[in-house]
């Protein structure tokens, strides 16, 4: 499986480039972002479409990592309680090694009766 994952990768790095080099001219097409509300209307200089593709893919890599910000903090507290609960009972165990041990009344055996 670790020889597969970093071959899988390679080829859809080609693929991505083969597919940018043979629509260069669609990826430098130059286009406007126009917006149009009631009360106002604006248009954006024409900029080639690769910078809106690289911009919407940041946009959503930065949505992603804000989305999963708060679930990372819960896991690291959690990660962190369990440390603490971990430390304290392996204190625990060494106070209660640390006890001798009490003997054990032990019934006699059979032949120890007679």
Do not use: C
Request: no cysteine; aromatic share 12%.
């Amino acid at each position: 499986m670790k020889s597969v994952k970093p071959l899988f990768f390679s080829l859809v790095i080609i693929f991505l480039v083969l597919a940018v080099v043979q629509n260069l001219n669609v990826f430098m097409d130059e286009k406007a972002l126009r917006l149009n509300l009631w009360v106002w209307s604006g248009e954006s200089p024409t900029i080639p479409l690769s910078v809106y593709f690289l911009g919407f893919l940041l946009i959503g890599l930065l949505v992603s990592y804000f989305y999963g910000l708060g679930e990372r903090f819960k896991a690291k507290k959690t990660i962190q309680n369990h440390l603490e609960t971990i430390r304290k009972q392996e204190e625990e165990i060494k106070a209660l090694k640390s006890l001798p041990i009490a003997e054990e009344a032990t019934p006699p055996k059979e032949s120890e009766r007679a």
